[in-house]
């Protein structure tokens, strides 16, 4: 399947969705974490050139939050 246009975007929710992250399709992607407690965007079509590293700021975001509602 394929996820974005951008091969370091595809590549990396690949990898996230192997891991057990769930992705949705709809007018965006829609990544979802592996409890199911928060999501990320996922363009399609990115046109930013920083649109991977805000990705994987989102997806560090994300990750540090469900470890911290573990607690």
Not at 33 to 56: A, E, I, K
Request: glycine fraction near 8%; charge should be positive; proline fraction near 4%.
């Amino acid at each position: 399947m394929r996820y974005c246009r951008d091969k370091q975007i595809d590549k990396l929710v690949a990898d996230l969705v192997r891991e057990g992250w769930r992705f949705s399709r709809g007018k965006h992607g829609k990544l979802r974490t592996p409890c199911g407690r928060g999501f990320v965007t996922v363009p399609s079509t990115p046109s930013d050139h920083r649109t991977f590293q805000n990705l994987c700021r989102d997806i560090r975001r994300q990750v540090s939050a469900q470890r911290d509602y573990g607690r």
